[in-house]
Nanobody, 127 residues
Framework: QVRLVETGGGWVQAGGSLRLSCVAS????????MGWHRQAPGKQRDLVAGWREGDIINYADSVKGRFTISRDNAKNAVYLQMNNLRPEDTAVYYC?????????????????????WGQGTQVTVSS
């Protein structure tokens, strides 16, 4: 079973920093794109930062210059360094990844890529 587990959320005053971590675990063949989304109360879940195919990173306009995404492929981990936090950054932050799993064996070997999500970690920024 594949799992994504986020850590690092919490409460911080405006202008402060937090670093989120997400690690993929379980039985899988490879981890492809990884990223972070967030969802504030009453709003839809939106992209914060993430990779497209290759090394292209997308950031939401609202976090450019303040947030930095990074990745450790050896650990199947992705991180989000959040600086100069604002009250409007308050949300549940979710890690997501496209992960390839393998089923069967020999001539029946099949690889399937699907999107997985973590359980989310709350980030609260007070003014």
């Amino acid at each position: 079973q594949v799992r994504l587990v986020e850590t690092g959320g919490g409460w911080v005053q405006a202008g402060g920093s937090l670093r989120l971590s997400c690690v993929a675990s379980g039985d899988f063949y490879s981890v492809r794109t990884m990223g972070w989304h967030r969802q504030a109360p009453g709003k839809q879940r939106d992209l914060v930062a993430g990779w497209r195919e290759g090394d292209i990173i997308n950031y939401a306009d609202s976090v450019k210059g303040r947030f930095t995404i990074s990745r450790d492929n050896a650990k199947n981990a992705v991180y989000l360094q959040m600086n100069n936090l604002r009250p409007e950054d308050t949300a549940v932050y979710y890690c997501n990844a496209d992960i390839t799993t393998t089923t069967g064996q020999g001539t029946g070997l099949t690889r399937v890529t699907a999107e997985y999500w973590g359980q989310g970690t709350q980030v609260t920024v007070s003014s």
